[in-house]
């Protein structure tokens, strides 16, 4: 089993959507929690922290389930520049560089 | 602040040669990853440093592969002798020390495309 694992995707949605991501993580200890976005052929760039209170920005909305080790995040009136891999990111406390990825889901939202 | 800068941004090379990455990490961060992507196997952390010392190596692929961090200010990774399976993205990130606010947080440099024939 995958230390993170993501909804495989693709997502296909058309514009003014809502769509919710999850992932799961295996590892207990874990303590920081992030979504990243990649465009194509661009490095992976912080989408936003996950935190334990759930937290929200903007159109975006990402929470935290330490008891069923799952984050997700939610996208509200999808735009079309939200068409990217978004990438779940794990990290342990004890081990501060051992940042974790998962395999990303894609979403392409269509006009 | 010009963030994290790679070099050289695309590389094309043949088998056997030997391919050296570079990366200047943000000033002031504590530590610099060398991440490896390709559709296969995802993001794949290969080593990382701590204030320049290797912490972690243990996602070097095998022998072939080395990373020296001389310097707060500059890192290499080096494949010698390449192979067209190292073909891949290379992904130079940089973060801040996890006792300090914005930890954990990694900003990557745009990458070094490599292609092994």
Known sequence: RKEVEQDPGPFNVPEGATVAFNCTYSNSASQSFFWYRQDCRKEPKLLMSVY??????GRFTAQ????SQYISLLIRDSKLSDSATYLCV??????????TFGDGTTLTVKP | DAGVIQSPRHEVTEMGQEVTLR??????????????QTMMRGLELLIYFNNN???????MPEDRFSAKMPNASFSTLKI???EPRDSAVYFCASSLSRYRSGANVLTFGAGSRLTVL
């Open chain 1, 90 to 99: 794990v990290t342990p406390n004890t081990n501060a560089g051992k940042s």
């Open chain 1, 52 to 57: 334990s209170s759930g937290n929200e920005d």
């Open chain 1, 64 to 67: 935290l389930n330490r008891a």
């Open chain 2, 23 to 36: 990366c200047k990490p943000i000033s002031g961060h504590d530590y610099l990853f060398w991440y490896r």
């Open chain 2, 53 to 59: 010392v290797p912490i972690d190596d243990s996602g």
């Open chain 2, 80 to 82: 010698q002798p390449s």
